[in-house]
T-cell receptor
Framework: DVKVTQSSRYLVKRTGEKVFLECVQD?????MFWYRQDPGLGLRLIYF???????EKGDIPEGYSVSREKKERFSLILESASTNQTSMYLC???????????????FGPGTRLTVL | RKEVEQDPGPFNVPEGATVAFNCTYS??????FFWYRQDCRKEPKLLMS???SGNEDGRFTAQLNRASQYISLLIRDSKLSDSATYLC?????????????FGAGTQVVVTP
């Protein structure tokens, strides 16, 4: 079974703190993604990575950065957390097929981040 | 206008009944379509891909209408376990890399 794990299920941080969210997948997938999910807005792509050390901005990258030093691990960093970053954060991975990102995405359980 | 739009519901469905709902997308260049299912407080999981000719997986039938730019999902003989939020997912070709655009979901509640 594909397994995507995230470092925390729940996290509470204060405004201005630097926050690290870690994601690890065990299926040797090339592609990894970070989304945030908010009621009524669905999943919105923050960043994705199609290879080690490679990253691409998604739809809402402002206030976030990412790191992919190893194939299995993709980290999301909030440089200076703000209250509007309170959300559910979901990591996903997929294999690469035909050079596209259309293959099934496997999601981690999510991290519910609250910024006070 | 949102790139992928769904009726948020909830669709309240008696057990054993049929329910169907649509999803519209705005980018006519989209080529790949999916339905994901998300249970309450859980992560999304792929339910099925949607093919041009329409496809069926057990009690679930997905259709694609390119002319009107919508996909549909029909659930027959609904089970209590079908209660979930169904996410419509469409690829959005951007340069050389396609991104997946998720709808906000349609909630289905199957009642005894």
């Amino acid at each position: 079974d594909v397994k995507v794990t995230q470092s925390s299920r729940y996290l509470v941080k204060r405004t201005g703190e630097k926050v690290f969210l870690e994601c690890v997948q065990d299926m040797d997938h090339e592609n990894m993604f970070w989304y945030r999910q908010d009621p009524g807005l669905g999943l919105r792509l923050i960043y994705f990575s199609y290879d080690v050390k490679m990253k691409e901005k998604g739809d809402i990258p402002e206030g976030y950065s990412v790191s992919r030093e190893k194939k299995e691990r993709f980290s999301l960093i909030l440089e200076s957390a703000s209250t509007n970053q309170t959300s559910m954060y979901l990591c996903a991975s997929s294999s690469r097929g035909g050079g596209q990102l259309y293959n099934e995405q496997f999601f981690g359980p999510g991290t519910r981040l609250t910024v006070l | 206008r949102k790139e992928v739009e769904q009726d948020p519901g909830p669709f309240n469905v008696p057990e054993g009944a049929t329910v169907a709902f649509n999803c519209t997308y705005s980018n006519s260049a989209s080529q790949s379509f999916f339905w994901y299912r998300q249970d309450c407080r859980k992560e999304p999981k792929l339910l099925m891909s949607v093919y041009s000719s329409g496809n069926e997986d057990g009690r679930f039938t997905a259709q694609l209408n390119r002319a009107s730019q919508y996909i549909s999902l029909l659930i027959r003989d609904s089970k209590l376990s079908d209660s979930a939020t169904y996410l419509c997912v469409v690829n959005r070709p951007v340069g050389g890399w396609g991104k997946l655009q998720f709808g906000a979901g349609t909630q289905v509640v199957v009642t005894p």
